[in-house]
């Protein structure tokens, strides 16, 4: 029997990787800024890939990127909420990528099955939101605040930094009532952290999958892959499957991307060589 994440109705298997696809609605994004502000234009990019394959769609009204500033809550909810409830309506599982508890509560009221949250449920109220419903929840950890995160990261030991802080919110949610089974947990690669600080990351998956929570990786396009290949946010696409497909080979349950169509055809090449050469015929 292999492991399961609950998050709102539904139930997902993680006996293999699953895809979660990017929404940004925001005019800001580093790769995709501006271009899904329009309801419509996104409600078509969020169908187009769950038909693509993805398990769950990750819809964000309040860009991350380094350096960008907040968002008031009164824009985020107009950006986030409709389109919760229209995808909700149509089954697809919806992740809302948000620290206001007030966005939480909106968009779980509207259909959301997950709430991920870059600032791991620590504003006052956050865990509150999520805890008196079946929501799932994904905690990650930042170091700093986006507008000034990446100016100098420092870390004793990343990877025991990361891991204590992720299990820390952990059990503060467990404390709360939130299920084990609801939450999954995030390094949260390119969050006030340096190429090597990415890459001891994503080498030590194993000590984070080993605390027993499913673990989400998000890479796709980010700076630290410009870095090694020299590509600009456009042009990573390469960068991004070999990182999802090293995440994976680690132990990551879930991957945050944002080339769904390609990335699930690496999954399920890596899915066939790796746990299905028994079954397949
Ligand atoms: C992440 C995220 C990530 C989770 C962003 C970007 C920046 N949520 N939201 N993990 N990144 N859980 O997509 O490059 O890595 S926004």
Redesign the pocket.
């Known amino acids: 029997m292999t492991a399961t994440l609950r998050c709102g109705s539904f139930t997902f298997d993680l006996g293999r990787p699953l895809v979660m696809g990017?929404l940004n609605v925001t005019p800001d994004?580093?790769?995709d800024g501006g271009r899904y502000m329009d309801p419509e234009h996104a409600l078509d990019h969020a169908r187009r890939m769950r038909d693509e394959g993805a398990d769950l769609i990750?819809i964000?009204g309040e860009s991350?990127?380094p350096g960008a500033l907040p968002v008031v809550e009164g824009d985020e909810l107009a950006r986030v909420v409709p389109l919760v409830s229209a995808l909700a309506a149509e089954g697809v599982a919806v992740a809302v990528?948000t620290r206001k508890p007030a966005v939480m509560r909106a968009a779980i009221s509207a259909g959301a099955a997950l709430i991920?949250d870059?600032g791991a449920l620590t504003a006052s109220g956050a865990i509150e939101a999520c805890a008196d419903n079946e929501v799932g929840v994904?905690l990650?950890h930042m170091q700093g605040e986006p507008q000034t995160m990446q100016a100098a990261p420092v870390y004793g030991d990343v990877v025991a930094e990361v891991r204590a802080f992720l299990v820390a919110r952990a059990l503060a949610c467990e404390a709360a009532g939130i299920a084990r089974e609801r939450i999954v947990i995030?390094p949260?690669?390119?969050?006030g952290k340096t190429l090597a600080h990415n890459l001891a990351l994503l080498r030590a998956i194993p000590t984070l999958a080993a605390t027993g929570y499913p673990v989400?990786a998000?890479l796709?396009?980010?700076a630290s892959l410009g870095q090694i290949t020299g590509r600009n946010a456009d042009e990573r696409l390469p960068a991004s499957i070999a990182a999802a497909l090293a995440a994976v080979a680690r132990g990551a349950s879930i991957v945050?991307v944002h080339d769904v169509r390609e990335t699930v055809d690496a999954m399920k090449v890596w899915q066939a060589v790796e746990r299905d050469s028994q079954t397949l015929r």
Do not use: T, V
């Open positions: 990017i994004s580093f790769s990750d964000g991350s990127r990528d991920n870059i994904c990650m995030d949260g690669f390119g969050f989400l998000g796709s396009r980010k945050r």
